[in-house]
């Protein structure tokens, strides 16, 4: 399985954009890269993913390091709603599993 | 409702009683997944479904623990002879095909007394 490496906490402004990193150097060639996140008291809840191009959607962009050992997942314009604990986690297209590290918890300041 | 249900919401038990959990995935989703969560850490699988089979199973799922997916429709994970070491939040999800995102309940949590 591969291993993440993401910030404890960040911090950020509201209306700001944040960018939030994660290191994945053991990522196999067809695990796609997930972001969850995660409200206190509530499951995971989908962000965004991708396997080698950069996305975009309605809540996030992710861009992808073109060797794909990194990836920054970037909210445009951060709102207190945004507060919340964020996963990068390399999923198994075989089997799907997702196996969850620490996350980065985002603080969003008024 | 086109999310994961899960019931219930919350579970206090006395040690050593038996419990069980239900979760009621997104219809035409295959594939379902059950983690746990401890306080301050990310879930930790514990097993998956496609459909009814019952593919894979972490170490942490010990013979205390069983899950079944019958007719690949909802899932129930039973806990026997709970223990304290149990209580944590028991989480449902559901991926949208092989690469798909997954979509999350918002778990049952387990009070072992």
């Known amino acids: 399985d591969a291993k993440t490496t993401q910030p404890n906490s960040m911090e950020s402004n509201e209306e700001e954009p944040v960018h939030l990193p994660c290191n994945h150097s053991t990522i196999s060639g067809t695990d796609y890269i997930h972001w969850y996140r995660q409200l206190p008291s509530q499951g995971p809840e989908y962000v965004i993913h991708?396997?080698?191009s950069n996305v975009n959607n309605r809540m996030a962009s992710l861009a992808i390091a073109e060797d794909r050992k990194s990836s920054t997942l970037i909210l445009h314009r951060a709102t207190l709603r945004d507060a919340a604990v964020y996963y990068c986690?390399?999923?198994?297209?075989?089997?799907?599993?997702?196996?969850f590290g620490q996350g980065t918890t985002l603080q969003v300041k008024p | 409702d086109t999310g994961v249900s899960q019931n219930p919401r919350h579970k206090i038990t006395k040690r050593g009683q038996n419990v069980t959990f239900r979760c009621d995935p997104i219809?035409?989703?295959?594939?379902l997944y059950w983690y746990r969560q401890t306080l301050g850490q990310g879930p930790e699988f514990l097993t998956y479904?496609?459909?009814?089979?019952?593919?894979?199973k972490s170490r942490l799922l010990s013979d205390r623990f069983s899950a079944e997916r019958p007719k690949g429709s909802f899932s129930t994970l039973e806990i026997q002879r709970t223990e304290q070491g149990d209580s944590a939040m028991y989480l449902c999800a559901n991926q949208e095909g092989s690469v798909g995102g997954y979509t999350f309940g918002s778990g049952t949590r387990l009070t072992v007394v």
């Open positions: 991708g396997l080698t």
């Open positions: 986690i390399p999923g198994s297209s075989n089997t799907g599993k997702l196996i």
């Open positions: 219809s035409e989703h295959n594939r």
């Open positions: 479904f496609q459909n009814e089979a019952q593919l894979e």
